[in-house]
C-alpha cells in the first residue's frame, strides 16, 4: 500500500498519519475521504474572451467539490466535466430536410429566458473519485447555466473557456466567489483531467488543442473530434441519426441557458450563416472546429470510447481523432462497445471505473500501474464479449477490391445500370429484398462466403456515374445478408445498482442496462454519403453537367464487423439516405457505369 501526501510524494509508514494524505492500492487510489462531508463551493474563472460583446471578459460558472482535509493542506488532482447542459435545455425549431427552395434565414428569436437552475447532479465522476482523492469540477460552457459568454459548439471561445479553468487550477487564472472575491486554488496539485461524453466529451478535445499547461489527460466518451463530420459528409448536409434538420447553429442555441439569453443573439445568426447549410462546403468555420487536426499535437494523453451503433456521433469521429493521435507522443487508449451513444459505465459497469481509476492514478498522480502495459484497444465483439487489440483498424486488415457486375459483387463488370430517386423511401425498406428489382436503388451482392471475414476500418466506394437531377447525393449502404440473431437495442431495467457515493441531492447510483436481440434477415453495417458537386474538394462546390459521366469516389463510416460463413455481403447504391441526407424533390437519375465502379473493403481473417 502507497500513501500520496500533499504534494503526491510517498510518505514512509511512520508518516502516515501525521497528515491527510492519498491511499494507494494495486495501483488504484482508495476511498478514504467522505464525499458527504465534501467540501462544495461555487466559484466564477474569468476567462480572456469576451464573446457576448458586452466589453466584460466571459467567466465561467463552475461548481467545485473537494474533500475537506484540502483546507488541511490536503493537495489533490482534479477532474473536469465542461457541460452546456447543467443549465437546461430549450425547444428550438429543426431546419426543414426536404429541399423545395433556400429561403434566407429567419433571424433567431432567442428564449424568454433561463430554463431553470443550473443542476450539477448527472456526473457521475464525483460520486466515485472525491472520496478517492480527487477534486471534482462542474464547469457550465460559456452561453449556459450561471456563465457568460455565448455557446458557438465548441468554438474557440468555449475552448478558451475551459482553458481558463484548467489555467485557475495551475495559477494561471483568477477566479471569484459570487460576492466579487478573489478565490484561489491552493489546494491544487496543478494536475488535471477532462472528462465526460458527446458535448462533454468534444470540450475535453478542444481544451487538449489549446496545449494549456496542467491538463494531463482527457476521458473523450462518445466526443466529436472534427464538428464537419457531424453534420456534413463529403460536402453534403447530413444529420444525425434520428436528427433530421438539426445543424451546428441548432446545438448552440438550444443550449442557450445563460440569464439575458438576447445577448448572443449576433453570434447566433452569425454561426447560422457561416455554417453554409445550402453548399455544405467546409469552410474556416468548421476547421475552427476540427479538433482532430490538432491530435497530433496533443500534450495531453487521451481515453476514449464509442459505441459501434451511435450514429450521433459517428464512428468517423472515433477514427479521426484516434487516426490523429498515433502521431502525438502521448499515451492514447480506446474502447470500442456494441451500444450506441452510450456511457462506457452503463456498457461495462466496475471494469469502467477500475480502468479510470488506474488511468488517473497513473496520469495524474504518477501511481507505477499496469494500465499503459494492456492492449490499446479494447473491442465488444458481441454484448459482453470484450477482445483486445493492440491497435485499430486491425493491423492485419488488407484492402480487397470488389468489381461491381451484372451478377453482383467480384469481377469488374461492363454495361450500365440505372436508378430513379424517391426521397420518401428509407434505406432499411430498399435493402429488404436484395434479389428483386427496384427502381430506386441499385444492389450487389458476393456469393455465400466461405468462411468469416472481419471488417475493421473504412470501406470505399468508387462509382462511374451520370446523374441528371436535382439531388447531388449518391449514397452506399454496406449489408450483411443472412438470418442471424443481432443487437437490436440498449435498453433500461427496473434494476439498479451503485457506483459511488450518494447524498439526498446527488445520488451515486443509476439503472442497469442491457442489451436486446432480435432475429433478422440482413443487418445494415455501416454507409456513407457524398455530395457530386464536391468532387474535387470539399472546401469547394462544382457544378455537375447533367447526363455527363463523372468518376466520384467516397468513404463509408469507419466499422469493425464480422461477416459470418454463409453470408453475403451487400453494397446498396442510393441517391437520397432518407435517415441522413437532405431530401430533394423525386426523380433524379442515376445511371452507372459499372467499368470502373469497384467496392474496397477492409478485410481480415
Keep these: 500500500m502507497t500513501t500520496l501526501a500533499a504534494g503526491a510524494l510517498s510518505l514512509p509508514a511512520h508518516a502516515e498519519t501525521a497528515r491527510p494524505h492519498i491511499v494507494v492500492k494495486d495501483g488504484k487510489t482508495q476511498p478514504v475521504f467522505s464525499y458527504k462531508d465534501a467540501i462544495r463551493e461555487k466559484i466564477f474563472v474569468e476567462t480572456k474572451v469576451d464573446s457576448d460583446g458586452d466589453g466584460k471578459r466571459d467567466r465561467v460558472s463552475v461548481y467545485l467539490t473537494r474533500p475537506k482535509e484540502t483546507n488541511d493542506g490536503l493537495k489533490v488532482a482534479s477532474i473536469i466535466e465542461g457541460s452546456p447542459y447543467y443549465g437546461g435545455l430549450h425547444d428550438t425549431p429543426y431546419h426543414p430536410a426536404d429541399v423545395t427552395d433556400y429561403p434566407r ?46 455557446p458557438t459548439a465548441v468554438g474557440p471561445n468555449e475552448a478558451q473557456g475551459m482553458k481558463s479553468v484548467v489555467e485557475w487550477l495551475t495559477g494561471d487564472a483568477v477566479a471569484y466567489d459570487a460576492n466579487g472575491n478573489k478565490v484561489g486554488a491552493n489546494w491544487s496539485t496543478g494536475n488535471a483531467a477532462m472528462a465526460g461524453k458527446s458535448y462533454d466529451g468534444t470540450l475535453p478535445l478542444a481544451a487538449a488543442g489549446t496545449r494549456v499547461k496542467g491538463l494531463k489527460t482527457v476521458v473523450s466518451i462518445s466526443g466529436v473530434s472534427n464538428w464537419y463530420d457531424e453534420y456534413r459528409a463529403n460536402g453534403g448536409v447530413v444529420a ?142 458481441t454484448p459482453g464479449n470484450w477482445e483486445t487489440y493492440r491497435d485499430w483498424p486491425a493491423p ?45 436503388r441499385l444492389i450487389y451482392l458476393t456469393p455465400e462466403l466461405k ?86 474538394s470539399i472546401w469547394r462546390s462544382t457544378p455537375v453537367k447533367p447526363g455527363q459521366e463523372y468518376t466520384f469516389s467516397w468513404p463509408m463510416q469507419p466499422y469493425d464487423y464480422v461477416f459470418k460463413k454463409g453470408h453475403r455481403i451487400g453494397l446498396v447504391i442510393l441517391a437520397t439516405d432518407h435517415a441522413y441526407t437532405l431530401r430533394y424533390p423525386a426523380g433524379t437519375k442515376v445511371d452507372v457505369d459499372l467499368r470502373g465502379s469497384t467496392l474496397t473493403l477492409p478485410l481480415t481473417r
Excluded at 457550465?140 to 459568454?149: A, F, K, Q, V, W
Excluded at 469488374?412 to 423511401?425: A, C, E, K, T
Excluded at 443481432?486 to 435498453?491: A, D, K, N, P
Design 240 to 381: 444525425p441519426d434520428g436528427w433530421a434538420g438539426e445543424d451546428l447553429d441548432l446545438h448552440a442555441k438550444v443550449v442557450l441557458s445563460r440569464k439575458n439569453p438576447a445577448i448572443c443573439a449576433p453570434a447566433m445568426n452569425d454561426l447560422a450563416t457561416k455554417m453554409d447549410r445550402v453548399t455544405g462546403d467546409y469552410n474556416r468555420t468548421w476547421d475552427d472546429r476540427n479538433f482532430a487536426k490538432s491530435a497530433p499535437h496533443f500534450r495531453a494523453s487521451v481515453f476514449m470510447t464509442s459505441g459501434l451503433a451511435d450514429w450521433n456521433v459517428k464512428p468517423l469521429q472515433m477514427s479521426l481523432l484516434w487516426d490523429g493521435l498515433k502521431k502525438a507522443s502521448v499515451n492514447r487508449k480506446l474502447w470500442i462497445h456494441q451500444a450506441a451513444h452510450d456511457e462506457p459505465l452503463d456498457v461495462r459497469q466496475s471494469a469502467w471505473l477500475d480502468a479510470l481509476n488506474l488511468w488517473f492514478g497513473h496520469e495524474l498522480y504518477g501511481v507505477r500501474n499496469d494500465i499503459m502495459r494492456q492492449p490499446k484497444v479494447d473491442l465488444e465483439r
Design 396 to 440: 492485419t486488415a488488407r484492402p480487397v477490391r470488389l468489381g461491381l457486375n451484372q451478377d453482383g459483387l467480384g469481377k469488374p463488370g461492363n454495361g450500365i445500370q440505372h436508378l430513379v430517386d424517391d426521397p420518401s423511401r428509407k434505406a432499411e425498406e430498399l435493402a429488404a429484398k436484395p434479389d428483386e428489382s427496384d427502381p430506386n
Design 451 to 536: 468462411e468469416s471475414v472481419k471488417l475493421s476500418g473504412t470501406a470505399q466506394v468508387k462509382l462511374r456515374a451520370a446523374i441528371n437531377g436535382k439531388s447531388p447525393y449518391l449514397s452506399a449502404i454496406l449489408v450483411d445478408y443472412g438470418t442471424d440473431e443481432r443487437v437490436s437495442g440498449y435498453v433500461r431495467t427496473s434494476d439498479t445498482w451503485c457506483y459511488g457515493d450518494s447524498i439526498p441531492t446527488d445520488q451515486g447510483c443509476r439503472a442497469v442496462r442491457k442489451y436486446t436481440t432480435e432475429v433478422s434477415p440482413f443487418k445494415i453495417v455501416t454507409r456513407g454519403w457524398t455530395d457530386i458537386r464536391n468532387r474535387e
Design 105 to 150: 434565414l429567419a433571424p433567431w428569436t432567442p428564449p424568454s429566458g433561463p430554463p431553470g437552475a443550473p443542476n450539477y447532479a448527472f456526473p457521475y465522476y464525483d460520486n466515485y473519485f472525491v472520496s478517492r482523492g480527487y477534486a471534482f469540477l462542474a464547469a457550465d460552457t460559456l452561453g449556459t447555466g450561471d456563465s457568460d459568454g455565448c
